[in-house]
């Protein structure tokens, strides 16, 4: 009994002097502790078995509400003592090798202290112990979601409540939520003020919420938290280096996740930039959401950044992508992605990646098709500067057909018996099938079988031909995109460049501006044409001063 | 109370920590091999701007990427293959 006593009179000492840092220090729940926590559960478990209310009586006893209160001095409140109470229920049931009941006594915990801060005459004093259990929680749901027959007991346990069950990091989350909401709404300093009280918590709080939902691939469900510190949030720049780093890092991961990519890169390159080089792992792990998110928009990591000791490695996911982005082959795109998938997957870029890119690389190949058909001519010979379809059909119909296992014909005479004989199976099959398939440079694969490919393998879809309607189709997408410069024909089929004489007669630099620079000028256009300030990010706040 | 943490037991904490390090070295390999570690906390809480690179140029960063990439090669193995291609193909519509 003493022990628990003597613990309850400290606690009350720190909550008359409103000693947070004290508190936090004291109310502790995560080993390794000093051996006297172990000596106070044991203790709590002889003296205060369940379903006695002997501890409510003691810690009421023990932290009395004090009557007057002197100015800067403190006083338990109710929600204080009923969080106390929590508090040793933890410490008297915890049993640290079972996380499963470890899980419900700490969210049940935080959940109390969530209520105790909320005071808002003493909750601030919480601030700093309400941090600590956040973060046990966190750390304990993070490992928790990585062990399935952990998580499936903890669901079975949480049955038979109705509607869509909630997963244990949106759990934590809505309790942290409530923390962050209290941090918000907290009146002590103003908006554009340095944070005081709870106000100081706020990007902690949101960083362990983003972290947990994105995570959880539930980015979507910060909307409501975002649009909230969007209207009335303190500016960013009035945090710690540290909380604004990885705040602008979660920031990025989220309109990534929402595939507002310029967005991200913008707070990608700010966490970036704002984080030493010292923090060599901090720093490779935003260059692993950076530079996919560059290429997205058309910008591709120079040798300089991918020189750095950050980046040990990185250059050999990404060069063999930007090599078949530049060249627009999409045998080597989808032999760099498939080759990449592992390492982006575990990322959580790779969809975007795959499957955005794949515009970058038709752009690319429709620029390299112009540059081999077009031939200006001079004077009253002197053509327009236009892209056959047909002709764009045709390469890509070759390289579908290479990606269905069609390989070169040999090109030298060596090779002519066994030329001889695939020419024999060519005219078979051609006797059969498509007249186009008497032209091709290429041989069928062995066995006349074409590979299967996945729905997302090919150039249209999986196995489906190339045809001169999925062309116009792509064609008018980059047109539309801006990606490309000029009209489509529909009478004649062809892609049209405008712009040639301001691009100093240059018809493929008319024609095909660069992706980035296109990308920063549509997206300053805005939705409505009126501009917009493409550096503005939605729950970014800056101060009255921009920064 | 929590002053007193010097006094800790190492045999205690070995115990607290058995949960823990069991559930750590559980997740390492895959960690380790797939390059995909947590964004940890920092271990500092604040440092000073001049030791960032946003305080260097004016947080210049184009010299970090490539924004005029486009390829004019067109000699290279594909557009090689690609022009014999177009070439048969199209000598193949005028007969």
């Keep these: 009994m003493a022990l628990v006593t003597q613990f309850l009179s400290g606690i009350r000492g720190h909550v008359l002097n409103q000693e947070d840092e004290q508190l936090a220090q004291w109310l502790r729940v995560e080993p390794p502790v000093p051996d006297h926590y172990h000596r106070l559960a044991a203790e709590l478990r002889s003296a205060f078995p369940a379903k006695s209310d002997a501890l409510s009586k003691l810690i009421d006893n023990c932290l009395p509400e004090e009557d007057e209160v002197q100015e800067g001095k403190g006083s338990p409140w109710p929600g204080f003592n009923s969080f106390m109470k929590e508090y040793m229920e933890y410490w008297r049931d915890v049993d640290f090798d079972d996380a499963v009941k470890l899980h419900s006594l700490l969210s049940n915990l935080l959940n109390s202290c969530a209520n105790a801060l909320a005071n808002p005459t003493y909750g601030s004093m919480l601030l700093k112990t309400s941090m600590s259990i956040s973060k046990s929680l966190c750390k304990l749901v993070m490992i928790l979601m990585k062990q399935p027959h952990l998580l499936a007991q903890i669901h079975q346990g949480a049955s038979g409540e109705e509607g869509e069950r909630k997963s244990i990091a949106e759990t934590a989350a809505d309790i942290l939520q409530k923390i962050f909401t209290s941090c918000l709404m907290d009146r002590t300093s103003k908006r554009f003020d340095p944070p005081k009280g709870k106000k100081v918590g706020v990007y902690t709080f949101a960083n362990l919420i983003l972290r947990l939902f994105i995570s959880s691939h539930k980015s979507r469900l910060a909307v409501q938290m975002l649009t909230n510190i969007d209207n009335i949030g303190p500016p960013l720049s009035l945090y710690p280096a540290s909380q604004r780093v990885t705040y602008l890092y979660h920031l990025g991961r989220l309109w990534y996740n929402c595939n507002h990519f310029m967005r991200a890169q913008t707070c990608f390159s700010e966490a970036y930039l704002q984080c030493p080089p010292a923090f060599l792992s901090h720093r490779r792990i935003i260059l692993s959401y950076l530079i996919p998110t560059n290429l997205l928009l058309g910008r591709f990591p120079s040798a300089q950044l991918l020189s750095r000791p950050e980046a040990a490695g990185i250059g050999e996911i990404f060069l063999p992508i930007c090599r078949a982005i530049k060249t627009g082959d999409f045998v080597s795109y989808y032999d760099a992605m498939e080759r990449a998938r592992p390492w982006l997957e575990a990322k959580g870029v790779y969809w975007a990646l795959f499957e955005n890119c794949k515009t970058l690389v038709w752009r690319s190949l429709t620029r390299k098709t112009f540059m081999l058909t077009y031939t200006p001519g001079q004077g009253s010979t002197k053509k327009a500067p236009v892209l056959d379809l047909e002709d764009v059909v045709t390469v890509a119909t070759y390289v579908q057909r290479r990606l269905e296992g069609w390989t070169p014909a040999p090109r030298h005479p060596g090779h002519r018996t066994n030329g001889q004989t695939n020419s024999m199976f060519m005219r078979a099959v051609a006797n059969s099938a498509d007249a186009s398939l008497r032209a091709t440079t290429l041989m069928p694969p062995p066995g006349g079988k074409a590979r299967e490919l996945p729905m997302d393998g090919g150039l249209i879809f999986g196995n489906e031909p190339v045809t001169l309607e999925n062309v116009r189709g792509i064609v008018v997408g980059l047109v539309a995109m801006g990606l490309l410069n000029g009209f489509v024909s529909y009478s004649q089929n062809k892609f049209a460049i405008e712009g040639t004489k301001r691009a100093g007669g240059n018809p493929v630099a008319a024609g095909w501006p660069e992706v980035w620079k296109v990308g920063l000028e549509r997206l300053s256009e805005g939705p409505d044409g009126e501009g917009v300030d493409i550096r503005r990010v939605p729950a970014w706040v800056k101060g009255t001063n921009g920064r | ?95």
Excluded: C, I, Y
């Design chain 2, 1 to 95: 109370m929590a002053s007193s943490s010097a006094q800790s037991k190492p045999d205690s904490k070995a115990t607290d920590n058995k949960a823990e390090q069991t559930q750590a070295t559980q997740q390492k390999p895959a960690a380790a091999d797939m390059d995909h570690d947590e964004f940890e906390d920092f271990k500092v809480e604040d440092w000073p701007e001049e030791e960032t690179e946003a305080a260097q140029n004016g947080g210049e960063t184009r010299h970090l990427w490539e924004e005029s990439w486009d390829d004019d090669d067109t000699t290279e193995d594909f557009s090689a293959q690609l022009r014999e291609e177009l070439k048969k193909v199209n000598e193949s519509k005028r007969r």
